[in-house]
């Protein structure tokens, strides 16, 4: 969200607080919920897109878009971030199609050109696992922003993979609502109320902001990892990043980039480098 949109909504909130606490979480929980904007494809996208071998999984009565290059061997999985799409790893995934990969990857629902209006970590486990059935064990998973946390879900449930690049990550589940919080101004009511209706939202699974974080069980992790995060990025602090490494020590390198904030990074040359040179080793 722009700063318009977000004063704005930031305003209805506090006003939905005057009248009511429940009012308010309400408003809350669907503006969390539910993305604001259906990301288009970019210029710098289309002719790769157009490129693309195009599928779908119907998933509880909603059509999801997948995308696939290449001959098929040498699987890569890539999966976007909220209000995103998967066609922002164009560059990411030309170049490897060039390295002889065959990148996969997909919208979530309520994303891009797939159905419906929301999604949750649940469904993107579910969707990955779907792909893995079709293309085969991933060589490795690339993923930003959300897309991490439900990367690192996946493979600790419902796929395999060697490899992993952690694009602008978070570690902690619920960062998404400490964020939320912070960038609406929320009050520590309304806060309180929305983490007990994604709680809800979740049932029967429980202990969901453990369970969904990166570290949770994190001895199931036992693939290579490159976390990359930019010191600018102000949509998933630099801190989050950190954390990744710090909780995969052994296996984890971390490159540190400056100027590209949370997006542009995926676009430029020393990403770009740095992903090539992740994919070419034998670590």
Request: charged share 20%; glycine share 6%; net charge neutral.
């Amino acid at each position: 969200m722009n700063k318009v949109v977000v004063n704005s909504v930031s305003s209805i909130l506090k006003f939905a607080n005057v009248i009511s606490n429940k009012l308010a979480v309400s408003i809350a929980y669907y503006i969390f919920c539910v993305p604001s904007v259906r990301s288009k494809i970019k210029t710098h996208e289309s002719a790769f897109m157009a490129q693309a071998k195009r599928g779908n999984i119907d998933f509880n009565g909603k059509l999801v878009q997948y995308y696939h290059w290449g001959n098929g061997e040498h699987p890569v999985l890539l999966i976007h971030g909220w209000e995103s799409r998967g066609s922002r790893f164009a560059l990411i995934m030309q170049q490897l199609v060039e390295m002889g990969y065959s990148p996969v990857t997909f919208d979530f629902p309520g994303h891009g050109e797939s159905e419906g209006r929301r999604t949750t970590i649940v469904e993107c486990n579910t969707i990955c696992s779907e792909l893995d059935s079709i293309f085969g064990e991933f060589e490795a998973v690339i993923a930003h922003s959300f897309g991490v946390c439900c990367a690192f879900h996946a493979l600790k449930n419902s796929i395999s993979s060697p490899k992993i690049i952690a694009i602008s990550g978070f570690s902690d589940f619920i960062y998404l609502v400490d964020q939320f919080t912070r960038i609406l101004k929320l009050n520590d009511k309304t806060r309180d109320g929305l983490i007990v209706r994604l709680e809800k939202l979740f049932e029967p699974i429980d202990n969901v902001w453990n369970r969904f974080s990166v570290d949770y069980e994190a001895h199931k992790v036992t693939q290579s990892i490159l976390v990359i995060h930019d010191k600018s990025d102000d949509i998933v602090l630099i801190e989050q990043g950190k954390k990744i490494v710090q909780h995969f020590a052994q296996q984890a390198q971390f490159v540190e980039t400056n100027g590209l904030g949370h997006r542009r990074v995926l676009i430029a040359d020393e990403v770009l480098s740095s992903v090539d040179k992740f994919m070419s080793s034998t670590v």
